[in-house]
């Protein structure tokens, strides 16, 4: 019973060509292309444990067993990602989760999920406060504004902070090499050389 009441919220994940994704993510004798990859394929896998996932990308390397996958033409830029994601299932407990979450535990998605009854939008701040990780709908309208700043702009747009904890992995984006510290999943590990 309580797996089936936490798989009813669909989550979509929106994830660049890993050709294209991770540019700030440098790092010396790193395949940054494997990498980014890497960094997606963990997100999705540990969201597609907790949740119903529709992932959109146009790139045919980005697959999981037991997700669904939006095609998109070519990268056309997260809010328009999002929303022909959005545009495929139903209109209550959804969801959209960024795709650069290699550390994320299953239950820390499921704890936020759980608190996300709660509000009718809620949202999730990276550890520095200035991005954003999972804005949830309990139902209507999910008004993204990822991007540059997107916390504040989330705020402003009427999400309500969601109470999960300051170490939740959910919090733990990676933009830049210094956030590739702590635990991580299996692949991304396995890129960098690292046990995982
Ligand atoms: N499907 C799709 N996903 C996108 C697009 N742009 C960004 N994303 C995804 O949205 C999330 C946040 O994207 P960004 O921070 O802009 O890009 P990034 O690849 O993570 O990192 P940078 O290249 O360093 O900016 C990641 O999961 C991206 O893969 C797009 O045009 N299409
Ligand atoms: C898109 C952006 O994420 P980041 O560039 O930090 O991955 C955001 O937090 O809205």
């Known amino acids: 019973m ?20 991770k540019s700030r993510l440098e790092i010396p004798g790193v395949d940054r292309v494997a990498l980014a ?37 070519a990268p056309r830029g997260i809010a328009t990602a999002v929303a022909d994601g959005l545009a495929t299932i139903p209109r209550d407990r959804r969801a959209v989760l960024l795709g650069d979450l290699p550390g994320l535990q299953p239950e820390d998605l499921a ?12 949202a999730v701040p990276d550890e520095e406060r200035h991005g954003t990780t999972l804005i949830t709908a309990r139902e ?17 747009a009427g999400f309500l902070e ?10 733990r984006d ?5 956030h590739l ?9 396995a890129v960098l050389g690292r046990v995982s």
């Not at 960094?39 to 037991?66: F, K």
């Not at 309208?141 to 504040?152: H, N, Q, Y």
């Open 37 to 73: 990859r890497a960094i997606a394929l963990d997100t999705i896998e540990a969201a597609a444990q907790v949740a119903r996932v529709v992932v959109v990308t146009s790139d045919p390397t980005i697959d999981a067993p037991g997700i669904e996958v939006v095609v998109e033409p």
């Open 174 to 178: 990676v933009d830049r090499a210094d």
């Open 181 to 189: 510290v702590g635990a991580l999943g299996p692949r991304t590990s």
């Open 140 to 156: 209507g309208d999910l008004p993204e504004a990822f991007g540059p700043d997107s916390w504040r702009r989330h705020l402003a």
């Open 162 to 171: 969601l109470p999960v904890p300051s170490w939740s992995t959910l919090r």
């Open 2 to 21: 309580r797996d089936r009441r936490r798989r009813d919220w669909t989550v979509v994940i929106p994830v660049k060509p890993a050709e294209l994704g």
């Open 111 to 122: 704890q936020a999920l759980e608190l996300a009854r709660e509000t009718r939008l809620g």
